[in-house]
């Protein structure tokens, strides 16, 4: 039996798709449904033609040699829909994961591929089908070549070989030509013979054979209109020709033997099929090993004999294991560990954390580098088992983090959330087992808590090769690997060494506060002319509003709105409005860091230890919590004295800032390459200085306080999207002049609106945003029809990846410093990262040596088309630091 070769028309086949479904789109906002109608056309093909030879041919683009016969060739089109065209680089990862090659020649369509390639085939006595939805392709069918057109949706075909064409369409393949020569073709703006149509066009056919007999014997054609229409329109109708006939000879770097198919590995079909949402395909993709996922399948769990251990040796240890250190709390620098399961491919296993502090075999195990272990959350687990002096070492995968990079939208990164994304018939168990709230506690059964353990750890035994591969499908197997693992483990010594604070001066500050706020409150209440619930709004709308006549703003239906914001556009109308603005900042101080700061102090050691979230924020940066010590307000005087409160926590030492001068600015500058932007940071200017130089059009030196504070604003609006509504909010302007400083911003750095314009578009076309290092940023509201939800995702396009490589950039840094401060035998550590600072605390006679050291290592971590440049400062206090 000859062997089969499938060639496919690409374009044909996703505009088909597209009209034939409803616009579908993914969990991540990316549209599907051509590719949705392409995946269900290339299953059926691999399922019922089992094609030895396979191709999907692409056209090129617009213009093709066909143009220079007649410029408007396809002219009249519409423009392809954003929501297809956005759908072409799907299909080709598509054709990527089923091993499918594709192809597209310059100059060429796909016809004239499919066309040089089925004669080449038809040649070689190989059987031919070409799918399509174009009549075109018909003048290919021969004995050998088949053409499937679809006429339904994409799945119903008709199969067009020389008899069929002959009952349908009353014409032989080689007349195709001549048939459009006489029809046109309207879609592709071929002219042919105006009023001439199918039924006649066949008839002339029927008689004269082909075009050129026609013209031949013209008198013999009947009827007078239709003769002087053909006589009309020659040059017309020949043009014509020549525009329809297929090239079967392009010049293609294709050959037939490099199109074999070999078939498709399940597992990548697997992955892409997640991600896209087709879970309805799943099960047709599967091998029959079942490696399409390597999940649980079965309708519940399996019986599960978990062996509770004391002790721990070289048997029980055999191969990669899967460890889960478990506490009933978030906090884990506080919560008592209830117990450690851990797997491998042979066995579960449960010990005690009691047992496990006493056992030599566990603590080795645990501190030998050289053995892998699997975790859902490196930071927590090395924090925790220190608590108990073991050192968790030879962590190669986190699950947590993994799960991070591969969703960072989603909120819930727990283990059965993670396995049914992955795997949405993955099996389940209770993750609440434990109850909730004030009614946390272990299950009465030790069984129930020793499997529900070992479930855990057998999913997260299971998810780690499906995890990383699709890190490795994403690029981001070095973000992750390199950059995320590593630092987590940083910051698990980070979090555990803590901060120290100087505990009396809390005390002090949070007495001078009290008073601070007592007499602000007198104040109000002697310009109001009468004391009231300060807190309250229904108490303080009345008074603004009614008692002193303000402008009312805004009501709810609660009473008066008495927000900050209202209450910041009557800063100017009364006396009281500053000082109620100031009470509240105050109190906000006062409440949420003097007293929460001395809430979580160790007393023991008066020291704080924040947990830093590092699978939070989508753009990458880091946050902390209890405390929040990134947002200690430094606006206000009394909130920058806080930090007098952070202290060194040995004697003879000193704490050490460092940070980024501007750097997301030169990120900017980088990824926009513009030259004014560059040559600014390159030369050293001030960057404020230098743009409002060109956006107030005046020499630099010329340039007042208030037109820099104003460039200021503009400089780091754009890279936060700001619009002129934002901007003039900030400036205290009309919208017009903000509307018209953003527009002086863009005409002077040309880069930037460049940048701006093409990572939307980039956006609309994949669905997210990246940054240096491959971090990802989805964007489903890309294309939304809500103007709201796509000017967000507009603007988040544009400064995500500024945002994002700036926190890649100082998360490389802590890393690249934490090594050569060990490597240099230095006794200094760090302490906590805010953003683009990093905070040290360091013995006094290695600060000469820091200096040059941290300068050296944060300002070649990257190398940028611009400069880093790192400012640093030291003394006894984080405040003095500053």
Known sequence: MAEKVVLIDGNSIAYRAFFALPLLNNDKGVYTNAVYGFTTMLLKILEEDKPDRLLVAFDAGKTTFRHKTYSDYKGGRQKTPSELSEQFPVIKELLDAFAIPYYQLENY???????????????????????????????????????????????????????????????????????????????????GVPGVGEKTAVKLLSQFDKLENVYDNLEDVSGKKLKEKLELNKEEAFMSKQLVTIERKAPIEISLEDIRYIGYESKNISALFRNLGFQSLMNRVASPEGDSTPLDQDDEWPEMNVNVITDVNEEILAGQEALIVEMLSDNYHKAPIEGVAFVNKHEHYFISIEDAEKSAGFKAWMEDETKEKWVFDAKQTVVALKRYGIEAKGISFDLLLASYLLNPSENNHDIPSISHRMNENAVQYDEEIYGKGA?????????????????????????????????????????????????????????????????????????????????IKAEIYELAGKSFNLNSPKQLGPVLFEDLQLPVIKKTKTGYSTSADILEQLEDQHPIIPEILLYRQLSKLQSTYLEGLLKVVDSSNNMIHTRFNQALAQTGRLSSIEPNLQNIPIRLEEGR??????????????????????????????????????????????????????????????????????AKAVNFGIVYGISDYGLSQSLGISRKEAKSFIEKYLNSYPGVKDYMEESVQEAKQSGYVTTFMQRRRYLPDITSRNFNKRSFAERTAMNTPIQGSAADIIKKAMIDLYHRLRADGFKARMLLQVHDELILEVPEEEIEKLKDVVAEVMENTVKLEVPLEVDYSYGPTWYDAK
């Open 109 to 191: 369509e796909a016809d004239d591929i499919i066309g040089t390639l089925a004669t080449q085939a038809g040649e070689s006595n190989l059987e031919v089908k070409v799918i399509s939805g174009d009549k075109d392709l018909l003048q290919l069918v021969s004995d050998r070549i088949h053409v499937s057109l679809t006429k339904k949706g994409i799945t119903t075909v008709d199969s067009y070989d020389p008899a069929f064409m002959q009952e349908k369409m009353g014409v032989r393949p080689d007349q195709i030509i001549d048939l459009k020569a006489l029809m046109g073709d309207s879609s592709d703006n071929i002219p």
């Open 439 to 519: 009614k946390v506690k272990l299950p009465d059964s030790e069984d129930v808590f020793h499997v529900h353990l070992a479930r855990k750890a057998t999913m997260l035994f299971k998810l780690k090769d499906l995890m990383e591969q699709k890190l490795e499908q994403n690029e981001q197997m070095e973000l992750y690997k390199n950059l995320e693992m590593p630092l987590a483990l940083i910051l698990g010594e980070m979090e555990h060494q803590g901060v120290k604070v100087d505990v009396d001066r809390l005390e002090q500050m949070r007495g001078e506060l009290e008073e601070r706020l007592e007499t």
């Open 641 to 710: 004295k806080i930090r007098q409160a952070f202290v060194p926590s040995e004697e003879g030492w000193l704490m050490f800032s460092s940070d980024y001068s501007q750097i997301e600015l030169r990120v900017l500058a980088h990824i926009a390459r513009d030259e004014k932007l560059m040559a600014a940071f390159k030369e050293g200017k001030d960057i404020h200085t230098q743009t409002a130089s060109e956006v107030f059009d005046v020499p630099g030196n010329e340039v007042t306080n208030q037109m820099r504070r104003q």
